[in-house]
Structure formats: structure tokens, C-alpha cells
């Protein structure tokens, strides 16, 4: 499509405007495969902004490969509470673990032993092995995909198999032999600040010559929207237990055989196998439903439990569409129950838990009459 003296060009220009105007960010200003590893993974649909103080606390409490791979899991989880997608971390120290097993702590150079790192696929190889080594690797993920279909003028899914590859051609067909690391991110920044999927600044584009989607006048039309995944609505009905104290009871996350009545499969997905509060799905009459649960749950001596409604909760997880109605139950005390935690309503720092429970524990104490509770909100 292009001629080599095209490329060439094409190539001068992206490189000279990211030199110039790149965003500061820290994690490019290293070139340690590690820290790279940990941005590149933290920033799968992640935003830049929301990723940057998880990052430098991440790098700080985890300085090396060793550390994160030796940490309990439970650390790991903690420090990337609120980031959402936990099986990244997960997956982040399994792959600590398989490097520090298998490479000596080192982070392999070659492409078919950092492909056999858990949670790491083609586009993450490539960016890691291309900015960390060098190595001349394309990646291609969503954002640079889109901005090589606007290039091209391709039209259709891009993430069908044939036209994913065609993509790959064009994206290994330009990639710059000698900065590969460098034209990575540049296609990547790119993407991410001026051709952006709704409004693409064409006129500030430094490789708006060669767009062939500029030309047609229409480059937003590339590429073709995808049709989304219908959404799936789900009721929750949570149960806030509150003492005088300000104590609340949280769950382990599932799995843990010690509990009584263990969660069931979806309601894990939903809390994203974190610490969370008591958690059915209901169907019609929510407090009766939620009663009976925290009944069968709940030690014998229990058997009055006073369910006060709080403000509904709405929640999205991709294609999930979730409404959790929570309930604060008064307690004297807060019940026993094995693997459970007895942990203030106010300062779920010490446990991993996920946006969604964070956001349960603000409904809840927002309506405290407990002037103590309400203050602990303010910044
Ligand atoms: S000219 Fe416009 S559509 Fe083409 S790559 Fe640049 S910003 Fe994207």
C-alpha cells in the first residue's frame, strides 16, 4: 500500500512527534522489564490516569520480580484493590513465581518464554520485549489496530481472525527496525491522544498525509462499530452488618472451604473473589431471601436480624448491568462466622476488596446516624 520511501517517511514523522510530545509517564522513564511488565499489564483497559498511583505503590512495595513473587497473594490483591480485573494480579504473581523458577529471577528475552508467562498474550509480549530489549516485535492491540485501519481505509470487524492478521502484516510492515520499543509507544500514543475512536484530530496528526480514512473525509466511520453484547441485569442484596463501634463483617474471598455457606459461582465473578459482604442473588422478595440466607449462614442465636434498606447501588462490569439493594443489620456484636473478619465499616485498607463493595460500605456510611462514621467520609 505504501512505498519504502513512504514507510520511511511515515515512520520520521510518528517517532518525531512522540519524541517531542510524549506525556510524561513513569513508567517510561525506565526501561526495566519488570516495572514495563507491571504498566503494560495495569493498563489493559485501565486509563492512564487512574493507573499511575497504583503503579508507583505497586513498584514500591513490590521493587523486583523476587519481591512480588515471594509476597502472600493476599498483599497483591490488596495493592491493586479498586483496579479492577483481579485475575491480572493474580496472573502477574504466578508469572513472578514461574521467572523466578524457571529463569532465575530474570526476565526472559526469548518470545516463546515470556508467551509462557501467565496473563501474558501477544500484544504484551511484543510491547515489553520491544521497549525493555529492543527486540523488534510489533504490538498490536485495540487502539493501534484502529489507528492502522484508519491508515489503511479497512473496513469490518477488526477483530475477525483474517483481518486481525492482515493488521499484524501492516503493523510488522511498519514497525521501525531501529527504535522498535520507541514505535510501539508512539502507535500507542497516537491511538490513545489524537486518533482517538470517536473524534480523531486529523489536523494535528503527524502522519496525516499517508491516512487513507483522513481522505475518504470520514475517518471516524473506520472502523466499523462492533456490535456490543446484549446486557445482563443482575439483582444482589447485600447484608451491612453495623456495630456501635463502627465494625462491619466481611466475607473471604470464595473459595475458602472454612466458610459455611460458600457463595455461589456468579456472586464469586461479581465480587471478583475478593473480600466482600454477605452476597445472594435474589429474585422477588428481597429481604425475606436475604434473611434466610444470613439464617443458614449465621451461628444459632441469631435468629433476630433487623434489615434496614439503604439507597440501591448501580454497578457495571462489562456486558453485567448490576443493582445491589444493601441492608444494614444492627448488630451488638458482629457474628461469628468461620473465615469471616470483624473489620471497621470505614478502613477496609487491610483486605482486598473490590469497587463495587467499597461503594456498598459509602451507601452505608453515608446513612450512619453515627456522626463518627459520616466524618470518616470527608476528605
Ligand atoms: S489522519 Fe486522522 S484518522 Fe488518520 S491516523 Fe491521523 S488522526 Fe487517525
Not at 460458600?262 to 429481604?287: E, G, K, Q, Y
Not at 443458614?296 to 442465636?301: E, H, I, K, V, W
Request: some cysteine.
Amino acid at each position: 500500500m505504501l512505498t519504502t520511501a513512504e514507510i520511511k517517511t511515515l515512520r520520521k514523522l510518528l517517532l518525531a512527534w512522540f519524541r517531542q510530545f510524549q506525556r510524561d509517564l513513569p513508567w517510561r522513564r525506565t526501561k526495566d522489564p519488570y516495572a514495563v511488565w507491571i504498566s503494560e499489564i495495569m493498563l489493559q483497559q485501565t486509563r492512564v490516569a487512574a493507573v499511575i498511583p497504583y503503579y508507583e505503590r505497586f513498584l514500591s512495595r513490590f521493587p523486583n520480580g523476587r519481591a512480588l513473587a515471594e509476597a502472600p497473594q493476599e498483599e497483591v490483591l490488596r495493592l491493586w484493590s479498586g483496579l479492577g480485573y483481579y485475575s491480572r494480579a493474580r496472573n502477574l504473581q504466578k508469572a513472578a513465581q514461574q521467572i523466578l523458577a524457571q529463569h532465575g529471577g530474570q526476565f526472559p528475552q526469548a518470545k516463546d518464554d515470556v508467551m509462557a508467562l501467565a496473563g501474558i498474550g501477544p500484544y504484551t509480549g511484543a510491547a515489553i520485549l520491544s521497549i525493555a530489549f529492543g527486540a523488534k516485535h510489533a504490538a498490536l492491540d485495540g487502539n493501534v489496530a484502529r489507528v492502522l485501519a484508519r491508515l489503511g481505509a479497512v473496513r469490518g470487524d477488526l477483530r475477525e481472525s483474517l483481518r486481525w492478521q492482515l493488521l499484524q502484516r501492516s503493523a510488522v510492515e511498519l514497525l521501525d527496525p531501529k527504535s522498535p520499543g520507541d514505535w510501539n509507544q508512539a502507535m500507542m500514543e497516537l491511538g490513545a491522544m489524537v486518533c482517538t475512536p470517536r473524534t480523531p484530530q486529523c489536523l494535528l496528526c503527524p502522519v496525516a498525509k499517508f491516512c487513507r480514512a483522513r481522505q475518504s473525509g470520514e475517518p471516524e466511520a473506520f472502523p466499523e462499530k462492533r456490535k456490543k453484547r446484549d446486557a445482563v441485569q443482575i439483582v444482589l442484596a447485600a447484608a451491612v452488618f453495623s456495630t456501635p463501634r463502627g465494625q462491619t463483617l466481611l466475607m473471604p474471598p470464595p473459595g475458602n472451604k472454612k466458610v459455611n455457606k460458600p457463595a455461589a459461582d456468579d456472586i464469586d465473578t461479581l465480587v471478583s473473589r475478593l473480600w466482600h459482604f454477605p452476597t445472594i442473588s435474589v429474585r422477588n422478595d428481597v429481604s425475606a431471601e436475604l434473611r434466610d440466607y444470613l439464617l443458614d449462614s449465621l451461628p444459632a442465636g441469631n435468629g433476630k436480624l433487623h434489615l434496614e434498606p439503604l439507597p440501591r447501588i448501580r454497578h457495571a462490569v462489562t456486558y453485567r448491568n448490576i443493582t445491589v439493594l444493601p441492608f444494614r443489620i444492627p448488630a451488638a456484636k458482629i457474628p461469628r462466622i468461620p473465615g469471616a473478619r470483624s473489620i471497621p465499616l470505614r478502613d477496609f485498607s487491610a483486605l482486598p476488596v473490590s469497587n463495587l463493595t467499597r461503594k456498598i460500605a459509602r451507601a452505608a456510611l453515608l446513612q450512619s446516624t453515627e456522626p463518627a462514621a459520616k466524618l470518616a467520609l470527608k476528605p
